[in-house]
């Protein structure tokens, strides 16, 4: 009996080692030691083992582990290059024109002195970097710079005419923002938006963009009675541009054009004085939203929010087209297997809104969106957000505080073709990239029409709501679509915008249905 019980007892614990043989998994050890030698910094080779500097690139794109909602550091998670320094550049003359032009807008409406444009200025370019280093630079990686808002600008005075305050419109901007971003709502409206949507959109802002600039250089260069000076500059871009591209060294566009603009205009005898002084700006929130300092309008009340409550709408809807966008410019420039490190539209949204938020509490004048004059200079360049983003926080504190650098980046020598040959012309690329195949012809057709009629945000609300129900464009796309995602959601942005717009008097022809935004 014993004997059997020795012989059972053997059984049975066979029986159960084999079992746990079979659930011992070794490969569950080998991912983790693969995972780990699969790291950034295992994976990781110096460019004298490429044979071009483009295939370096390449690899540094697709061994990247960007990691959200912790932190990410230089040379164990990436590396800063050369090439990193020419989206800062972009980056940081765009802000300073930018902002320039919001404070310059509220200052003219609201009758506040040049001097509170660049203190404003300066101020924005400090509160910035602050987040730029937070968010793309350390703990959202995939998150785009939160820039500025330029199609805001023109609507700035009807806001204030109407008795809007600044903080009141920020903030809002920053909650719907969030609403936004917490729900994916922007990452759920770009999948709805077609090649053709998205490639007529850009082509559009592209081709606006262009002309605004080539007419602004002329508008300077004839104030100062030297419109040659515009011409030869532009021409001297042109072919610039040509031959940069045909060595393959397009990513160099941004400072080369810069520094041929500024040289030759200046030796032509185009005027130029730096007269920006160093310092810093004031750092007390309670300055800027003084009765009688800064913005000189004081804490807003409920109707202030109240008045500001359609453009804060208009303003975040605006971002989904803004967003994929440049998104998609990033997708096409990148090469394959990098989609680790592209652009994240909710977690853009979300680094926005919470920047936003508090860039309006503490007084400045910005209203944000994804950074342009950044991530399209930075996907030209082949380089992933962080980097980038450290350098442009570094030179936006030292625009900032010196502040010479600050009158050369909105001389109009040097800002026009740096937004042009920076944002525009890749933006105009993308959206014939975009477009060609036929299907989506049409509807790139349909947005540039409709976005010529009223704005880029009514033409892809309405492209969007055609292209979804196969009106326009690929019918084998909108078979393929859910009722939600065919009709339901895109007929709903359309109606929620074309009201809004209606609402403030933004449909050519019709007056404002709110009486205050009547004019």
């Not at 765009?94 to 200025?121: C, H, P, Q, R, Y």
């Not at 609403?179 to 592209?206: D, E, M, N």
């Not at 570094?394 to 009158?407: H, K, N, S």
């Not at 796309?477 to 009709?487: D, G, N, Q």
Request: charge should be neutral; glycine fraction near 8%; charged fraction near 15%.
């Amino acid at each position: 009996m014993r004997l059997l019980l020795v012989r059972a007892s053997h059984y049975v614990l066979g029986k159960i080692m084999n079992t746990k043989s079979q659930h011992y998994n070794p490969p569950e050890i080998a991912e983790g030691t693969q995972a780990g030698s699969d790291s950034y910094e295992n994976l990781h080779k110096p460019s004298s083992e490429f044979d071009t500097r483009d295939e370096y690139l390449e690899h540094e794109l697709q061994i990247m582990q960007p990691k959200r909602w912790r932190p990410n550091l230089p040379f164990r998670d990436y590396r800063f290059e050369f090439e990193d320094t020419i989206p800062a550049l972009a980056g940081t003359i765009g802000k300073v024109v930018m902002v320039s032009a919001i404070a310059a807008t509220f200052a003219g409406t609201l009758g506040l002195s040049d001097a509170f444009v660049l203190e404003n200025v300066r101020y924005e370019l400090l509160i910035v970097s602050v987040f730029i280093l937070l968010f793309s630079g350390f703990i959202l990686p995939t998150a785009n710079l939160a820039g500025t808002h330029g199609p805001l600008i023109p609507l700035i005075p009807i806001v204030v005419a109407a008795g809007g305050h600044p903080m009141a419109f920020g903030l809002l901007i920053g909650a719907f923002g969030l609403i936004l971003a917490l729900s994916k709502g922007g990452s759920l409206l770009a999948r709805l938006t077609s090649k053709g949507v998205c490639g007529g959109l850009l082509l559009y802002l592209g081709f606006i963009g262009t002309i605004s600039q080539v007419k602004k250089l002329f508008t300077w260069a004839e104030d100062i009675q030297m419109t040659h000076i515009a011409f030869i500059v532009i021409l001297a871009t042109i072919l610039l541009y040509a031959l940069l591209e045909h060595f393959k060294k397009r990513w160099l566009a941004v400072p080369l054009s810069c520094l041929l603009g500024g040289v030759t205009a200046f030796s032509l005898g185009a005027p130029f004085e730096f007269k920006t002084a160093p310092g810093l700006p004031n750092m007390n929130p309670m300055y800027w939203w003084g009765e009688n300092t800064g913005w000189m309008l004081g804490m807003p009340t409920i109707e202030s929010f109240v008045v500001v409550l359609p453009f804060a709408v208009l303003a975040v809807a605006m971002w989904s087209p803004d967003f994929l966008g440049h998104q998609v410019f990033q997708k096409i420039s990148y090469p394959q297997r990098t989609e680790k490190v592209q652009m994240n539209i909710d977690d853009t949204m979300l680094s926005a809104s919470v920047r936003q938020t508090f860039g309006s509490i503490l007084g400045g004048s910005n209203f944000t969106s994804s950074w342009g004059t950044y991530i399209v200079p930075a996907a030209i360049a082949k380089r992933p957000i962080p980097a980038g983003a450290i350098l442009t926080a570094l030179f936006c504190v030292i625009a900032g505080v010196w502040g010479y650098p600050m009158d050369l980046a909105i001389w109009q020598p040097v800002l026009c073709v740096a937004l042009i040959v920076g944002v525009f012309i890749p933006l105009l690329e993308a959206g014939m990239e975009m477009t060609r195949e036929g299907k989506t012809t049409q509807s790139a057709a349909i947005v540039v029409f409709a976005s010529t009629l009223v704005n880029p945000a009514f033409g892809w609300s309405l492209t969007m709501l055609l292209d979804n129900l196969g009106l326009i464009g690929c019918k084998q796309r909108s078979a393929e679509l859910t009722h939600m995602s065919r009709w339901i959601i895109p007929l709903i942005m359309f109606v929620l915008l074309t009201l809004v717009m209606a609402m403030v008097g933004m449909l050519p022809g019709i007056p404002a249905l709110m009486t205050n935004f009547r004019h």
